[in-house]
């Protein structure tokens, strides 16, 4: 059963860093592409940003572009995004996300209820 569970979200000041990560089990993780998609209050999935399995080719979504780095750890099993610079746009429940190959091709599929996603884990931004 895939497993995945965030952590390390939290409340910062506009402009302040948090470091999310998404522990994962169940499954050969060094075998699958991973996302990070948000969901705000009212709104649907957006898709954040992805890692392909094994050479570490990264994507992100234009508003993220410079603030936030998404990496991993194969031999931990875990998945990583550093949030830089946070703006009021940024708050959401952040999701960790299995793919289901290799390589990302897209947001479709890891923003469709066929993804497997964790609890999730809460940004808010506020002075």
């Known amino acids: 059963e895939v497993q995945l569970v965030e952590s390390g979200g939290g409340l910062v000041q506009p402009g302040g860093s948090l470091r999310l990560s998404c522990a994962a089990s169940?499954?050969?993780?060094?075998?699958?592409?991973m996302s990070w998609v948000r969901q705000a209050p009212g709104k649907g999935l957006e898709w954040v940003s992805s890692i392909n399995s094994r050479y570490g080719n990264t994507y992100y979504r234009d508003s993220v572009k410079g603030r936030f780095t998404i990496s991993r750890d194969n031999a931990k099993n875990t998945l990583y995004l550093q949030l830089n610079n946070l703006k009021t746009e940024d708050p959401a429940m952040y999701y960790c996300?299995?793919?289901?190959?290799?390589?990302?091709?897209?947001?479709?599929?890891?923003?469709?209820?066929?993804?497997?996603r964790g609890q999730g884990t809460q940004v808010t931004v506020s002075s």
């Open positions: 169940g499954f050969t993780f060094g075998n699958y592409a």
């Open positions: 996300a299995k793919d289901r190959g290799a390589a990302y091709i897209g947001a479709d599929y890891v923003t469709s209820p066929s993804s497997s």
